[in-house]
């Protein structure tokens, strides 16, 4: 699509003021896996294969991470409404689900025995997302010294939890637990989030698990509103083959998902449980710019033609572009 006149000129005053705007640390952007004082974090769902023994060989691997619960509840009993699923579908479906919690039962274990942290992660899907809180808790159980994780794939509602279920989420997770959950996304949501920050005050202050399966984040990390990553997942079944893998975890197969967090083991270990939000911040004009390339809510035209005259000169394009949603006094949606 092209953009007129006006947005050109736009970005290049906003570029202006980035350029001349203070800089904050800088993430640890490339090859962070590389530096052996960083700590290796290994994420599994329940189709990876493990050898355990091997595994642990690697003494840089400091903790383990276990997909745990997955959208809505399974039934057990496969009655009622299924949504256009069978019967024998829906029972297939509980043996799965009830295979799966044993084997999350059973790493935890052998993980917490090896010394390592432990973190389980919740699917995010369409759906209630007060029962898929629920669900989560039931599920993983987690402890007061274990990372809980809502991951959240997309921003797509239809394929993936909406981000304003996913305020309330976490909310729910923060009020069960007295901890906010860790937020693990990919580059361009985590982007989306950061620009739109203020319509999603809780997600854009969550601590960031970043999945980007790239050599290095230097200049794309969204660092207008996180400093740094919590944990980097920079390998996958994606980038990682027989051939050639950034970083190869003794006792796995290719398809599994490795992590590298900023820091050694006994700094990781300080911070693991997390449960606070991080500083909230005000946009600043790289933030701004984003908004303006995501093709907001409302076209850019139709809001300056929508926007009294301004006095001096702020932008429409800023200022009214996207409208605020009504958040209560916890900075999530009432539920």
């Known amino acids: 699509m092209k953009r007129s006149g006006g947005n ?15 800089q904050r640390a800088a993430a640890d952007d490339t090859l962070p896996w590389t530096s052996t004082s960083n700590s290796i974090v290994v994420d599994a769902y329940e189709l990876n294969t493990i050898d355990w023994e091997t595994l642990l060989s690697d003494k840089r691997v400091a903790a383990f991470i ?23 579908h829906c029972k297939t479906m509980w043996r799965k689900y009830a295979v799966s919690r044993e084997l999350f039962q059973t790493r935890r274990l052998v993980a917490r025995a090896a010394g390592l942290l432990w ?6 899907r369409p759906g209630n997302p007060i029962e898929q809180a629920n669900h989560f808790l ?24 909406s981000l304003e279920d996913a305020q309330i989420f976490v909310g729910h997770i923060k009020a069960r637990t007295g901890r906010y959950p860790v937020l693990y996304t990919n580059h361009d949501t985590a982007r989306y989030i950061a ?8 997600l854009a202050r969550l601590p960031l698990w970043y999945a980007r399966y790239k050599p290095e984040i230097k200049g794309v990390f969204p660092m207008g509103n996180w400093d740094n990553y919590l944990l980097w997942q920079f390998s996958s079944g994606f980038n990682c083959s027989k051939r050639r893998c950034p970083y190869r975890v003794p006792g796995t197969l290719t398809d599994i998902d490795v992590n590298v967090a900023p820091m050694g083991k006994a700094d990781l270990a300080k911070v693991w449980a997390q449960g606070k939000l991080l500083p909230a911040r005000e946009p600043d004009p790289p933030l701004i710019l984003a908004k303006i390339e995501f093709n907001p809510r409302e076209e850019p035209e139709a ?14 394009l800023v200022t009214s572009s996207v409208p605020k949603p009504e958040v209560n006094a916890l900075n999530y949606q009432d539920f």
């Open 8 to 22: 050109f000129l736009l970005r290049i005053l906003l570029l202006a003021l980035a350029a001349g705007a203070p």
């Open 66 to 88: 276990s997909k745990a619960s997955d959208g809505l509840p399974e039934s057990f009993s496969c009655t009622g409404d299924h949504a256009g699923d069978t019967v024998a």
């Open 119 to 124: 973190g389980a992660y919740h699917l995010a």
């Open 138 to 161: 039931d599920y993983a159980d987690p402890k007061p010294d274990e990372m809980m994780i809502l991951d959240l794939e997309g921003i797509d509602p239809q394929k993936f939890m």
């Open 195 to 202: 620009a739109y920050r203020n319509d999603y005050p809780v």
């Open 303 to 316: 809001a300056v033609a929508a926007a009294p005259p301004p006095a001096v000169a702020p932008d429409p």
